[in-house]
């Protein structure tokens, strides 16, 4: 079946940095992709990862291991307006994304 | 990033009443969109993908009497919640897929928050 494992909820302070872990289980690969959603709102996109490496965009980077089924995504100098759910969304070989549950990402100060 | 709007954003609805809800993709030509449900606390959940001039497909448990779901262009696919109920109160999420570059991307619209009394 189709898997994705990410923490449940994480706590870190404004100005630090996170890493927020994902392992998943797809039938066929194509990509996976994370998104943040603030709550009440819609994803929004960050970024994709097809091939093996850590992509940085900004303050937010991410990293693949297609072998390990593995991906994190981290986030430096942690802003308050950080806080939101961190979706993990790898997508299968029929090119749909697979959602799990999520990571809550709480900042204080 | 590619902009994917809904409209409307908000609704209030009588049960036994239909509610249509807009998905369009702003600045792009979306060959495939995406309809999700999701209840508070809990993962989106897809409801059905749209071909732009095809039939739309569903998922397992959904029901497509109910969620009617046109995909009339590239630019805007509707979903219709038909005779709705008080359990089909949720937040809807629309989402198109689009070359960015040389990857496929999903982007999504702002969501409509459906309220049945």
């Known amino acids: 079946g189709q898997n994705i494992d990410q923490p449940t909820e994480m706590t870190a302070t404004e100005g630090a940095i996170v890493q927020i872990n994902c392992t998943y289980q797809?039938?066929?690969?194509?990509?996976l992709f994370w998104y943040q959603q603030h709550a009440g709102e819609a994803p929004t996109f960050l970024s994709y990862?097809?091939l093996d490496g850590l992509e940085e965009k900004g303050r937010f980077s991410s990293f693949l291991s297609r072998s390990k089924g593995y991906s994190y995504l981290l986030l430096k100098e942690l802003q308050m307006k950080d806080s939101a759910s961190y979706l993990c969304?790898?997508?299968?070989?029929?090119?749909?994304?697979?959602w799990g549950a999520g990571t809550k990402l709480i900042i204080k100060p | 990033g590619a902009v994917v709007s809904q409209h409307p954003s908000w609704v209030i609805c009588k049960s036994g009443t239909s509610v249509k809800i807009e998905c369009r993709s702003l600045?792009?030509?979306?060959?495939?969109m995406f309809w999700y449900r999701q209840f508070p606390k809990q993962s989106l959940m897809l409801m059905a993908t749209?071909?732009?001039?095809?039939?739309?497909?569903?998922e397992q448990g959904v029901e497509k009497d109910k969620f009617l779901i046109n995909h009339a262009s590239l630019t805007l696919s509707t979903l219709t919640v038909t005779s709705a109920h008080p359990e089909d109160s949720s937040f809807y999420i629309c989402?198109?897929?689009?070359?960015?570059?040389?990857?496929?991307?999903?982007?999504f619209g702002p969501g409509t928050r459906l309220l049945v009394l």
């Open positions: 989402s198109a897929r689009t070359l960015a570059g040389e990857q496929e991307t999903q982007y």
């Open positions: 600045d792009f030509q979306a060959t495939t």
């Open positions: 749209s071909n732009e001039g095809s039939k739309a497909t569903y």
């Open positions: 797809t039938s066929g690969f194509n990509g």
């Open positions: 990862n097809v």
């Open positions: 969304a790898p997508m299968d070989s029929n090119y749909q994304l697979i």
